[in-house]
């Protein structure tokens, strides 16, 4: 599974970031949403908002994955 800019994610790396958009939304109220395809149910990215930690600036995120099924 890709996530972020060409660098490929473990799956503890992919649950850790799991983790953190959860608790965004926890402290937050708002966060990143999973982006599906209504025709085939597919998990095909993902978008939101998040806090840049160093700033506190609110950030509009959005990537499209690029799934290597073979890996699933």
């Known amino acids: ?3 972020g800019i060409g ?5 503890d ?4 970031m799991m983790k953190n958009f959860k608790k965004h939304w926890v ?3 708002y966060g ?3 982006v599906i395809n209504r025709d085939t149910n ?5 978008c939101g908002f998040n806090i840049l930690e160093d700033t506190k600036e609110t950030e509009l ?7 290597d099924k073979s890996l699933l």
């Open 42 to 46: 597919e998990l095909i990215g993902h």
């Open 7 to 11: 660098k490929r994610k473990s799956p």
């Open 61 to 67: 995120l959005y990537y499209k994955l690029n799934l």
């Open 13 to 16: 790396d992919v649950k850790d």
């Open 32 to 34: 990143v949403w999973a």
């Open 1 to 3: 599974m890709w996530l």
């Open 27 to 29: 402290e937050n109220n």
